[in-house]
């Protein structure tokens, strides 16, 4: 059974995020932008749409989860009967175009069974990739896509997923680490995961560290902020409303929409967020991509873009996807960018004013 909706966290390198279930499963990640096809869409459908499964073998361990301080780095704890594991799970800000995705297991306390299932599907769950072994892992490939996965322990293939089973001591860390890339590339070196996760935890706390709010609820104050930068998708200055499509209004309904863009209304309201704590250059970055998605004609704002600027948010449905409990259709692309939205004037004109009061 799939995670509720408001039990997963998310996790992200701002310019693309992942959902991850309680149950230690990664439902949800769209490579290498926000707006790509999924490679694990198991949230809108099942399993064998892809997900990342990493967790103990007992059944029902005790869950308990938080980020590690200020940062987007997510530690999910398991207690079962024989010892207590954490994972860590994160991604690092880029440092090319290849997003990379992380995922540490530490021993706690005891010696704890695991078990690994990786479940890649492209195309929204529809392509199942041409998967090689490789001296520390896989690689699978399926048309322009690309990824590696590089383990510290052995993995085997089995009914179109790879899966392993170790066991987790007290004091051990076992490391994972799935990069994409373009198939028509070299891939990339297996990274050093624990560098990485101090450089991540880094980065985020000087990010934090510019935050002017210092009253009582400082902490949901740096949280909320937290997520709408892992909103902003960086190489553009581009705000997008979410990171994920067809996530239903009700279950079971049909209000289920693609909000992978970038609407100018929820982008003003991001922008007095993060100007009022002190994050003006979210809001110079925003202005810039702005005036690049707009320029042209006054008369043809549109109120919503991609993420790069792009205007055709062409709609269509996925129909081998059964939707998040059964709530179809799922959708790709948003119609709604041809809607005339008159609020959209004075939401810019405000947000504009807004910064230049903020200098």
């Known amino acids: ?46 399993p064998e749409n892809g997900r990342w499964r990493l967790s103990p073998q007992a059944a029902d361990p005790h869950v308990s989860r938080s980020y590690r301080g200020d940062s987007l780095v997510l530690d999910t704890q398991f207690d079962t009967d024989t010892g207590s594991v954490r994972i860590v799970d994160f991604m690092p800000v880029r440092s090319d175009h290849r997003p990379v995705l992380i995922r540490i297991v530490e021993g706690l306390s005891g010696s704890v069974p695991m078990q690994m299932q990786l479940t890649l599907r492209f195309g929204y769950g529809q392509v199942t990739p041409w998967v090689q072994a490789h001296p ?84 949901a104050v740096v949280r909320s902020l937290v ?15 979410a990171p994920t499509t067809s996530l239903p209004e009700q279950i079971g309904g049909s209000r289920n929409w693609d909000y992978r863009f970038c609407w100018l209304r929820d982008a003003t309201m991001t922008l007095f967020a993060f100007m009022s704590a002190g994050y003006e250059q979210e809001a110079a970055d925003w202005r810039e991509w702005l005036l690049r998605a707009a320029a042209g004609n006054a008369a043809d704002l549109q109120i919503a873009y991609g993420i790069r600027g792009e205007r055709r948010l062409t709609e269509w449905t996925i129909d081998w996807l059964a939707g998040y409990e059964n709530s179809k259709p799922v959708r790709i692309g948003n119609a709604a960018f041809q809607q005339l939205q008159l609020d959209v004037y004075g939401e810019l004109m405000d947000a504009m004013f807004q910064s230049r009061t903020t200098g």
């Open 1 to 46: 059974m799939l995670s509720r909706i408001e039990d997963y966290a998310l996790i992200g390198d701002c310019e693309t995020a992942a959902l991850v279930g309680r149950d230690g499963s990664i439902d949800w990640l769209c490579l290498p932008r926000f707006d790509s096809d999924a490679c694990f869409a198991a949230v809108l459908g099942s």
């Open 227 to 241: 997520t709408l930068k892992a909103l902003t998708y960086a190489p553009t200055g581009g705000i997008v409303a």
């Open 136 to 219: 520390t892992g896989i690689q699978a490939i399926a048309g322009p896509d690309a990824v590696i996965l590089n383990s510290d322990v052995e993995v085997r293939g089995q009914d179109l997923t790879t899966v392993a089973e170790f066991v987790i001591q007290s004091g051990q860390q076992i490391a994972f680490s799935l990069a994409w890339y373009h198939s028509w590339e070299d891939p990339p070196q297996a990274p050093n995961s624990k560098d990485l996760l101090g450089q991540t935890l880094d980065w985020w706390q000087e990010w934090v560290s510019h935050c002017n709010y210092q009253g009582k609820w400082r902490s």
